[in-house]
């Protein structure tokens, strides 16, 4: 007979991970067999980072935890968790905006997913500061460095050099156009 393992899934675009999502991760992970951190492709969003890139970064971050694994799906986070046999679904909040949103995905999975139940856990310090929207505008605005605060450490030489590559790319094509932007 085998034996039954309790697993979460922490869904979230992820674009890229900040601190408040290894918060997050280090504080679910103990409570689970099985954590797994999945990074939702939404076909009509433009993210900054590749789901691949993001996956990477995410397995950098979960390393030193344990008990956590980096994914990446399409669809409903329910149904996605119910394919995996996940027993909840973990979620953060930074403040009572995000209370308020969270609240309406947690019904909406818990609908679709037949009970599925959502856990909050709450951010503090940089964490409860950090959002991906302003790591993204730092990085878009030239300010790597000041990026990499709101990015865990294990997570920062792989962010840079995502960043680098990106730039040299454009780079690349702006010297192939001909053009200079």
């Not at 669809?75 to 968790?81: I, K």
């Not at 909040?93 to 995905?105: I, K, T």
């Not at 599925?116 to 730092?138: E, Y």
Request: some cysteine; aromatic content about 6%.
């Amino acid at each position: 007979m085998g034996t039954c393992r309790r697993k979460a899934l922490f869904p979230g675009t992820f674009d890229p991970p900040t601190c408040g999502h290894r918060e997050i991760i280090a504080k679910a992970a103990p409570l689970f067999d099985e954590l797994i951190v999945a990074v939702g492709v939404n076909p009509d969003k433009r993210p900054m980072f590749t789901a691949k890139e993001r996956v990477r970064l995410l397995e950098r971050i979960a390393a030193p935890l344990g008990r956590v694994r980096a994914a990446s799906y399409t669809g409903l986070t329910a149904d996605f968790a119910r394919a995996e046999g996940a027993l909840a679904i973990v979620r953060g909040l930074r403040s009572c905006e995000d209370l308020a949103a969270e609240r309406d995905l947690a019904l909406g999975n818990e609908a679709l997913g037949a009970g599925l139940p959502t856990i909050f856990f709450l951010t503090t310090g940089t964490g409860a500061q950090a959002s991906s929207k302003l790591v993204r505008a730092l990085i878009a605005g030239g300010d790597v460095q000041a990026a990499e605060a709101f990015v865990p450490e294990e997570a920062r030489a792989l962010l840079r050099a995502f960043v680098t590559r990106r730039l040299r790319r454009a780079g690349e094509r702006r010297g192939a156009t001909g053009r200079r932007d």
